[in-house]
């Protein structure tokens, strides 16, 4: 049975609309990443789903039960912002129990869950703390526990993690990870953050002008990609996108650079090609790209290389052993079926790679 469903959900402020008929299913216990640029209406469709605005048109129910018109309070959903909303005059112990406290949870019943909550977050040595004791993952574990607390049937996360710094988030995205694997619990999760959704998501919503792009799985999101939007939005560096032309040899990449011999698309196409894609050892059936060494980057376990192909340049994620010199001469190889086709107009992914 689904726990969350959205049917037509639309939007508008007069004229303007910012969602344009969203319909998702969402699983007890699955962790879906709505992912965007910013305006694509990811968090807008957040407030829809917690109850601080209505949508223009279309229902959305929790366990089978309709949530129009329903007050937020009333909804059994808990909410994480971006900004950690916590009280600064309270404890942490009273933050983390104020929604039970204003609830007239009992006082023994409500340190007793504070406690729990604490416990799993590892913040229970914290609770006599006021929040400007506390760094910054402190605090959204804070908040985290906050929501945490209620047990609500959802828990809504709006890009949580965006006010912290790299080594912060990278700690609270396995800590978001751990916990929802410990307790199963249902999450919708907004973020513009591509390795944000691919770490923690089972499933991406890749959002695009008020519309769902894409829904998948990390992996087919990543590597089976519904367009050149999706494409260029996951993965860094970000994929190599390509012109062709059609010739007597078969298909030209970046003006003769390599020719897909057996393929003869009837619309004009662009290939795609990932940087880890890009191989220096030959190998039977690759396709070869030639050119040389424009550019090269250390990232510490890789080298991130730009290679000038004729009119073009292609980006090859390479071991950072490899020896390379600006301006030498370079061959690299790519698996066939490593390589999507867009087709040049509408950008969406067509099948016409040969097997």
């Not at 912002?81 to 983390?96: G, K, T």
């Not at 619309?267 to 940087?275: C, F, L, M």
């Not at 396709?287 to 040389?292: A, D, K, R």
Request: with cysteine.
């Amino acid at each position: 049975m689904s726990t969350l469903e959205l049917r037509e959900i639309r939007k508008s402020y007069g004229t303007l609309e910012t969602l344009k008929g969203i319909n998702l299913n969402l699983e007890s216990g699955e962790f879906l990443v709505l992912l965007g640029a910013s305006g694509c209406g990811k968090s807008t469709l957040l407030s829809m789903i917690s109850g601080l605005s209505d949508p223009t048109s279309g229902d959305i129910t929790l366990n089978e039960r309709r949530l129009n018109g329903v007050h937020p309070k009333d909804r059994d959903i808990a909410m994480v912002f971006q900004s950690y909303a916590l009280y600064p005059n309270l404890s942490v112990a009273r933050n983390i129990g104020f929604g039970l406290e204003m609830r007239g949870i009992d006082r023994s019943t409500r340190e007793k869950a504070v406690l729990e909550a604490a416990k799993v977050l590892q913040v229970d040595h914290l609770l006599d703390r006021k929040p400007g004791d506390l760094s910054g993952g402190q605090r959204q574990r804070v908040a985290i526990g906050r929501a945490l607390v209620r047990k609500p049937k959802l828990f809504l996360f709006d890009e949580p993690l965006s006010n912290l710094d790299a080594k912060l988030r990278l700690e609270m995205r396995s800590e978001l990870k751990r916990l929802h694997q410990m307790l199963g619990v249902t999450v919708v999760y907004v973020t513009h953050d591509q390795i944000e959704a691919m770490t923690l998501a089972s499933r991406i919503a890749v959002m695009r002008g008020g519309c769902i792009e894409q829904l998948g799985t990390p992996e087919a999101i990543y590597n089976r990609p519904a367009s050149r939007f999706v494409a260029e939005f996951m993965g860094s560096p970000p994929i190599n996108i390509l012109a062709t032309q059609q010739t007597e040899r078969g298909l030209e990449i970046a003006s003769g650079a390599a020719v897909l011999k057996d393929l003869r698309p009837t619309d004009p196409v662009v290939v795609g090609i990932r940087p880890e894609a890009l191989k220096t050892q030959a190998f039977d059936g690759a396709i070869t790209l030639s050119g040389t060494v424009d550019l090269v980057e250390l990232t510490g376990p890789e080298q991130i290389v730009s290679v000038a192909l004729n009119d073009t340049r292609v980006t090859a994620t390479l071991p950072a052993d490899l020896p390379l010199t600006l301006g030498q001469d370079i061959d690299l190889f790519v698996e066939p079926n490593r390589i999507l086709t867009f087709d040049a107009n509408s950008g969406d992914r067509v099948e016409c790679l040969p097997h």
